[in-house]
């Protein structure tokens, strides 16, 4: 069965880091075979792509993030993480993460995925 659990939400100062974690299992999310990504979404804003990982390709960012935001993953033989390494922080990052797999239909940043998880609040105070 597909699984993804966030973790690594929290509260920080503008300029600062954090770092979100992702634990995903199951057969269609690992070994390569399905694109992994992190979403957000503001109150009262629409849900945008953040950063996606494709199956064997680089990590692909939104423009308000690049350069600021690196997406990896990281597969074990007992845990694999998808992490999201968050520098600079500014107020307008703030929101919910979420982490989506499995990619059906559109591109990796705004495409339909599959699997979701429950998310992982993000507040950047200014």
């Known amino acids: 069965q597909e699984r993804l659990l966030e973790s690594g939400g929290g509260e920080v100062q503008a300029g600062e880091s954090l770092t979100l974690s992702c634990e995903y299992s199951g057969y269609r999310l690992t070994g390569n075979r399905s694109t992994l990504a992190w979403f957000r979404q503001a109150q009262g804003q629409e849900r945008e792509g953040v950063a996606a990982i494709p199956n064997y390709g680089v990590g692909e960012y939104a423009a308000s993030v690049k350069g600021r935001f690196i997406i990896s993953k990281d597969e074990t033989e007992n845990k694999n993480i998808l992490t999201l390494q968050m520098n600079s922080l500014r107020p307008d990052d703030s929101g919910m993460y979420y982490c989506?797999?499995?990619?059906?239909?559109?591109?990796?940043?705004?495409?339909?995925?599959?699997?979701w998880g429950e998310g992982t609040q993000v507040t950047v105070s200014s």
């Open positions: 989506a797999a499995h990619l059906m239909t559109g591109d990796e940043l705004s495409g339909d995925y599959l699997y």
